[in-house]
């Protein structure tokens, strides 16, 4: 998977290739980034890339031609990608959609700054935008790097075996179950004792009846789109009645 990104601060992006689990996926070549700087485009002498806003207000914002000609350099440098833009009105990210983008082969994301770009640039050059959630920040480059992050961790190969057995609680649309290590008590709290039982499938049962509690207490709007076998439709009516008690 490649990632080509058009910024203004291209080295912030790159950190996110240079740790973990993204580094190593850079080093076994299984994704690649490349950055594009718009002001690497700009024509005049100064490297402007903002301009004041028409019709007045504080701020700046985006010019189109620097972006236009970043943007249109990256879909030249290999085959033909949608360029994304990271907007607060865009379409919310999720696990799905994540999957959905780590299907394709390239994708070009558009960071903004300033009080935004020029309208005329979504309109002649972006397919699709999309939100990492509703906030306004200081520009796209975190939520672009939190696109990379999700989607990457979905590339075949990137995660090993065990790793991508863990990520099966939250690709099964619930949370994750709580997780201990050693010590085996912590000012005096000691570890769940069926986890060192020994009981492989009693672990399982357990950990996915954490899961599905965590969820039915933080988070049941996530239930609503669940498949729950029979007797895990016991267990949450159960405790509907408990609560009601
Ligand atoms: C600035 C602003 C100021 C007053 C009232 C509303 C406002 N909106 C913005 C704004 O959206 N600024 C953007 C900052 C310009 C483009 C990049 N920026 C950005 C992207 N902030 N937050 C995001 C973002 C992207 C994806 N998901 C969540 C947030």
């Known amino acids: 998977m490649?990632?080509?990104?058009?910024?203004?601060?291209?080295?912030?992006?790159?950190?996110?290739?240079?740790h973990g689990v993204v580094g190593r996926a850079a080093d076994s070549g299984r994704v690649r980034l490349e950055t594009w700087n718009p002001r690497d485009?700009?024509?005049d002498r100064h490297g402007t890339v903002d301009d004041r806003p028409y019709g007045g207000g504080p701020g700046m914002v985006m010019k189109v031609e620097p972006a236009r000609t970043a943007i249109r350099a990256a879909r030249e440098a290999a085959q033909?990608?949608?360029?994304?833009?990271?907007?607060p009105q865009g379409r919310p990210l999720t696990s799905g959609v994540a999957a959905e983008l780590a299907g394709r082969e390239r994708l070009i994301l558009l960071c903004g700054r300033y009080e935004g770009v020029d309208e005329?640039?979504?309109?002649?050059?972006?397919?699709?935008e999309l939100s990492v959630g509703d906030y306004v920040l200081s520009g796209g480059e975190l939520p672009a790097m939190v696109v990379m992050d999700a989607v990457s961790?979905?590339?075949?190969?990137?995660?090993?075996?065990?790793e991508s057995a863990a990520r099966d609680s939250f690709a099964g649309g619930l949370l994750d179950w709580p997780?201990?290590?050693?010590?085996?008590?912590?000012d005096g709290r000691p570890v769940p004792e069926i986890l060192t039982s020994g009981d492989h499938g009693a672990v399982e049962q357990w950990r996915r009846r954490q899961a599905l509690e965590k969820?039915?207490?933080?988070?049941?709007?996530?239930?609503?789109?669940?498949?729950?076998?029979?007797k895990e439709q016991a267990m949450i009516a159960a405790w509907s009645r408990d609560q009601n008690d």
């Open 41 to 43: 485009y700009a024509t």
């Open 215 to 230: 969820t039915w207490i933080k988070r049941p709007d996530l239930l609503e789109h669940q498949d729950l076998n029979e």
């Open 80 to 87: 033909p990608a949608p360029v994304v833009y990271l907007t």
């Open 179 to 186: 997780h201990y290590t050693r010590p085996e008590v912590v």
């Open 2 to 18: 490649r990632f080509d990104v058009v910024t203004l601060f291209p080295e912030m992006i790159r950190t996110l290739f240079e």
């Open 120 to 128: 005329r640039l979504i309109e002649l050059e972006v397919d699709e």
């Open 153 to 162: 961790r979905l590339v075949p190969g990137v995660l090993g075996h065990e």
